[in-house]
C-alpha cells in the first residue's frame, strides 16, 4: 500500500511546527518510515515536524528529517 494523502491529518500548528498524525491502515511502522514513503507529502511537511503513527502493529511517534533531500520518517527511540 503506498502513502494516502487522505490518511495524513494535522493534530496541532504553533511557531512553524506541525505535530501530524497518519493512519497507516494495514501498514506497518517499518513501512512508514522506508526512504520515499511521504514523498508525495513533501510540500507539506516540514523537517522537524512530528508524525504520530497508527499501524497494523501498534503506534509510534516519528520527526520528518531529510535523507538526500527528501523528507522520511525517523522513529523516536
Same mark, same amino acid.
Given at each position: ?12 500548528? *504553533?511557531? =512553524? ?6 493512519? +497507516?491502515?494495514?501498514?506497518?511502522? &517499518?513501512? %512508514? ?12 511537511? *516540514?523537517? =522537524? ?6 499501524? +497494523?502493529?501498534?503506534?509510534?511517534? &516519528?520527526? %520528518? ?13
Amino acid at each position: 500500500m503506498a502513502f494516502a494523502i487522505r490518511n495524513l491529518s494535522v493534530l496541532a500548528y *504553533a511557531q =512553524g511546527f506541525t505535530l501530524w498524525h497518519y493512519k +497507516a491502515g494495514d501498514l506497518r511502522l &517499518a513501512d %512508514v518510515s522506508a526512504p520515499g514513503f511521504v514523498r508525495p507529502a513533501k510540500d507539506l511537511l *516540514a523537517f =522537524g515536524d512530528m508524525v504520530m503513527i497508527s499501524a +497494523a502493529d501498534g503506534g509510534g511517534i &516519528a520527526y %520528518v528529517a531529510e535523507k538526500a533531500g527528501e523528507p522520511v520518517l525517523k522513529p523516536l527511540s
